[in-house]
């Protein structure tokens, strides 16, 4: 159904134009929008013109019209002008109204088209049926954004977004949980992955100077089919739960980047178990505290380039040497050979995993 905000927008604009009051009540009587004072209206012979077979009525100078929808009625414009104005502009005002109804209408069929898609609810035939039917491609590249937000900023951040996106008719901006803001989007001729990151970037931007949240932005792969919509969003989700255990510093994170951690993440948590013991035992060693940790992670990056970790970490040579002998001592693997450094690559990797399975299972 319109919102309160749409249809007041509406009747203001129409007044703009026209220079007559309107007003919109349900058929409950509440009041949805007015451009007038709403205590100087009497609708309590509204209930009387809800049953009346006329679609429009003149009471005490108030023109009365019906807006309908499907044969049903809806509402009930009150237009407010002199006896010509008031109902020229009354009509098209609730012409006005009728054509919100069916643009909101098919946004919502087409929102509960595409969710049931994502949540994989339909079967083959009726993706293609009801594809036909709404106007959908079934053969189309598209690609599934998530921008993750509070839960007490999702409708705003779905609302941005989908002004930000309105000029491309076929892109959708819905939700199916309380966290994350869906855009399924459909790429242009020329569009490839690289422009994927942009478009990520751009919502994390829009994210954060329009809602003012530290949103988080995920996407899937492209997709050539309408129906493997919900397999680029199923990716989509699992970059942000990987991202955030093994890559919390990245807040644009893209499926086909996750590398190993998208692997562990699979891992059955038995195995995960079993395997931090063969490395560590039964404890984890108390060399790795933080500042080991941010040794090791600062030699990874250098591509187990001793000198120029030492450099970057402001460090004497032999004194980086010293802490790669002490870990190598507490944990059999000597870092600086290359399978060593990938097995304990892989191992802390495994804990933050259990780690952070121990934190929602405690949540």
């Avoid at 969710?115 to 035939?125: E, F, K, S």
């Avoid at 530290?214 to 899937?220: D, F, H, P, Q, T």
């Avoid at 402001?314 to 990938?342: K, M, P, S």
């Amino acid at each position: 159904m319109i919102t309160k905000q749409v249809i007041q927008t509406c009747i203001d604009e129409l007044k703009e134009l026209t220079k007559v009051d309107f007003c919109v009540i349900d058929v409950q009587g509440v009041m949805m929008a007015s451009t007038f004072n709403k205590d100087s209206l009497d609708i309590s012979h509204m209930k009387s013109f809800f049953e009346s077979p006329a679609d429009s009525q003149i009471i005490g100078g108030n023109y009365l019209f019906k807006v309908k929808e499907d044969n049903e009625v809806v509402y009930v414009l009150i237009s407010r002008g002199s006896q010509s104005d008031g109902y020229i502009f009354g009509k098209i005002a609730v012409n006005e109204l009728k054509h919100l109804l069916v643009a909101y209408r098919e946004q919502y069929d087409h929102t509960n088209f595409i969710q049931n898609l994502i949540l994989d609810n339909l079967l083959r035939v009726d993706i293609y049926n009801r594809a036909k039917k709404l106007g959908i491609p079934v053969q189309a590249r598209r690609l599934v954004f998530l921008a993750e937000v509070p839960e007490e900023k999702i409708r705003e951040a779905q609302e941005v977004i989908q002004s930000a996106f309105a000029e491309k008719m076929d892109d959708y901006v819905t939700a199916v949980d309380e966290k994350n803001v869906i855009l399924v989007h459909t790429l242009e001729a020329d569009e490839e992955y690289t422009d994927m990151e942009q478009i990520a970037k751009l919502l994390l931007d829009v994210m954060n100077t329009e809602v003012l949240v530290n949103a988080r932005v995920s996407y899937g792969t492209i997709v050539k089919e309408l129906r493997e919509i919900s397999k680029s969003y199923k990716e989509a989700k699992m970059g942000l739960d990987v991202g955030k255990i093994f890559y919390e510093h990245r807040d644009v994170i893209a499926y086909d980047s996750l590398g190993i951690g998208r692997l562990i993440y699979q891992l059955p948590v038995n195995l995960c178990h079993m395997f931090i013991q063969e490395i560590f035992g039964d404890d984890i060693p108390k060399e790795l505290d933080e500042e080991m940790l941010m040794t090791i992670n600062k030699f990874f990056n250098n591509n187990l380039n001793v000198s120029e970790t030492a450099r970057q970490m402001y460090v004497h040579r032999n004194t980086l040497v010293y802490r790669i002998e002490r870990l190598c001592e507490a944990t059999g693997l000597d870092i600086r050979v290359f399978d060593d450094a990938l097995t304990l690559k892989i191992a802390l990797m495994v804990v933050n995993y259990t780690k952070y399975l121990d934190e929602q299972m405690g949540e």
